[in-house]
Each structure stands twice: as C-alpha cells, then as structure tokens.
C-alpha cells in the first residue's frame, strides 16, 4: 500500500525559512517522480514543484522559484521541500504527491496517483 | 501560462448525471486528469488520460475531451460525490502541472 506522510509545518514569520519532509512507501521509490502541490485556506490547488526519481530533473511553478527547492534522498524514500523567504501568500497546506511515472526526456502527460493528507504552513508575524 | 477555466459550482439532484467542463485552449491536444476532493481530505484521482478510471473508481466516473473543452461526466449521482473537482494537465511549453479552478458539486 502506498503511503505518503508530510511533516515539517508550522508556522513561521514573513522571510523565514521552513523544511518539509515527505516520507515515502509501498512502492519503488527512486523509480517515480514526486511533486509537492498546495492549497491555501478555502481555495483551489496549486502545483508547487516537482523532481524526476534519481533527483538530476527539477521543475518549479513561477511563484516559488528562487525560493523554494526541492530535493529527495532515494536511500531514505523521502521528499523535502526547502522554503526560503516565505511570504503571507504561501500560506496553505502542502501535499506531497506520487507522479504516476518517471520523467523521460519528453513529457507529454503526467498526473498524480497517490497524494498525502498534507501539513499546514502558516506564514504570520 | 496556460490557464484551465472551470465552473465554480454545479448542482444536480439525487440519481441524475453532473457534467463538469475543464476549458483551455485546445485541450484536446492534451491529456487531462480529473481529481475530487472532499472537505478536510486529499485529492483522489478519478478519471487519468482523459477517460480512464484508476482501479476502485465507479463506472459512473467518465470523461471526454475534445477541441477546447473537457468534460469529467458523473452519472447517477449519489449524496457521496459532493465535493470539489478540479482537472489538470502538464504544460509541456512550460514544464509546468496546471490545475483548473475548480468546482463544487452540490447535491440537491
């Protein structure tokens, strides 16, 4: 059974950093690509970013990069996300996602197929 | 960017078929995946690669997906599909995942 469990949230003061970890398994973990996705309060979802199974490929959505990294340790089945620089509008619940496949050189589809219950990120003073 | 327009809200009564539509210019050139979420909980994949049900998902999931529309169809609706929905697709222009607004369906 594949499970995906978050952890690292928080709440953290404007410019301040945070480190979510996401802790894989039930499945071949070097061999998926992993996403992280996040919605803040009341609202829609957001893709956040995303990193290829040997960890060589990183994909991040505009409102996060430059501040935020991904990152994953195959030996250890988990995830991270490093915020950086954390704003009042990345305020939300970070879920951390299994990508259906790895990344070949050419990605015409992808999608999630397992997801974890999350952890909330406040940003306040 | 690619943006994928939903409505915010669909109603329909016990028994009947929902439609929701996902809009983007030429989606259909796209594959597009279909997610419902229910209050307090995470996402579930319910319809991949436009009109394919992951294992466990009800017949009564489908979904198509032509020109500029996609349309996620849930037949003989039941008390246990309110939720919000939302579509998805990979932005190969942008190396970007892109999700729709979303919408809520609410049953009657």
């Known amino acids: 059974e594949v499970q995906l469990l978050e952890s690292g949230g928080g709440l953290v003061q404007p410019g301040g950093s945070l480190r979510l970890s996401c802790a894989a398994s039930g499945f071949t973990f070097s061999s998926y690509a992993m996403s992280w996705v996040r919605q803040a309060p009341g609202k829609g979802l957001e893709w956040v970013s995303a990193?290829?199974?040997?960890?060589?490929?990183?994909y991040y959505a505009d409102s996060v990069k430059g501040r935020f990294t991904i990152s994953r340790d195959n030996s250890k089945n988990t995830l991270y996300l490093q915020m950086n620089s954390l704003r009042a509008e990345d305020t939300a619940v970070y879920y951390c996602?299994?990508?259906?496949?790895?990344?070949?050189?050419?990605?015409?589809?992808?999608?999630?197929?397992?997801w974890g219950q999350g952890t909330l990120v406040t940003v306040s003073s | 960017s690619y943006v994928l327009t939903q409505p915010p809200s669909v109603s329909v009564a016990p028994g009947q078929t929902a439609r929701i539509t996902c809009g983007g210019n030429n989606i259909g050139s796209k594959s597009v995946h279909w997610y419902q979420q229910k209050p307090g909980q995470a996402p579930v994949l319910v319809v991949y690669d436009d009109s394919d049900r992951p294992s466990g998902i009800p017949e009564r999931f489908s979904g198509s997906n032509s020109g500029n529309t996609a349309t996620l169809t849930i037949s003989r609706v039941e008390a246990g599909d309110e939720a919000d929905y939302y579509c998805q697709v990979w932005d190969s222009s942008s190396d970007h995942y892109v999700f729709g607004t979303g919408t809520k369906v609410t049953v009657l």
């Open positions: 990193i290829s199974g040997s960890g060589g490929s990183t």
């Open positions: 996602a299994k990508v259906v496949t790895d990344y070949g050189d050419y990605i015409h589809s992808s999608y999630f197929d397992y």
